[in-house]
């Protein structure tokens, strides 16, 4: 184990760090368990310990079974004393998730739009969290944070620098919600959001280098490279709904044209489906499922297509990191049977033997809430590191 010298308020804050991320992850232990698996003496166990329980992150259950003296005292994550708040804003809707400390579920919200004007969404936003509030226990922290995922590109400062498919560039989300909330907002993109939701609690807890692809309205991709988030340069890492697999393609709302998400998005399967039933109606995901579902070949076979250019800009991935696992997510994960079969086919076909070797390609386990809770684990892991109270006004 190594030993961290020097400043001995870093070093304290860095082992009670240790203590309270070992007894959330592995409790009920006591206190002669904690010492033996992170190499600190009793002492220091014990003294940590009692800082967590005034806190009160920590409580003692009761006694353990004894292993030849007294039997000990077995302390556990009192995943109660906070709440926080995660919000999946996608293109026409607004999935809001209020979470204790542990990610587990206790209210949510969901609300679809179609005017995408940031002052109308932005509206929409608060009074989803304001619903999800009005749900929350007592505790002794209350809300710690919010989190909210957003189909664009996001800087260090929480503003949303470009957000093709809602039309939206410069906007000071977490600027504007800390000023209606008070607590402390992380905004972040979607896809890395959807990634970090499936790695802790998803498809991806056993792989540590994971390509999450969250295929939605439009497409966006998390990378987990050596089991950490990897977010590029200034951040902006993910973008691979923007890769260009047609030179001479059809303009994207990016700017670019030719983009994957032209090809292999839930908007481009509803305008092909729009193209194939001559229809004003609009036609939806959840419609053309139950279409497939019932056999009609033109539907069946839309999938198939949307599922090869998928596949396509998939092996483009592989091929490039080499990942363990790619994890389909977001709204088309629920089309998983008619998509799958050209999804590996093109794999099969096209992805280099020595990349396909390894690879697993699985669908989202958290269905639509991959990216509503990994930024709620954003926000827990924050205030926890941070080891600080946080007050609220509401």
Known sequence: MTRVTGNPHLIKKINKSLVLDMIKSQGPLSRADVAQRSGLNKGTVSSLVKELIDEELVYEIGQGESSGGRRPVLLLFNEKAGYSIGIDLGVHYILGVLTDLQGNVVQEKRVTFHNKEYQAVLALIKETIHDLLSHMPDSRYGLIGIGIGVPGIVDKAGTVLFAPNLSWKDVPLKQEIEAAFHVPVIIDNEANAGAYGEKRLGAGQEFRNIIYVSAGIGIGVGLVLNGELYRGTSGFSGESGHMTIEVDGPPCRCGSIGCWELYASEQALLEGAQSLFATEETVSLETLLDLAEKQYQEVVQLFHRIGRYLGIGINNLVNTFNPQQVIIGNRLSMAKQWIEPAIQQVIASHTLPFHRANLNIH????????????????????????????????
């Open 363 to 394: 669908f989202s386990k958290l269905s639509l809430y991959s990216t509503a809770l990994g930024i709620s684990f954003f926000v827990i892991e924050d205030f926890l590191k941070k080891g600080e109270k946080v007050e609220v006004f509401l």
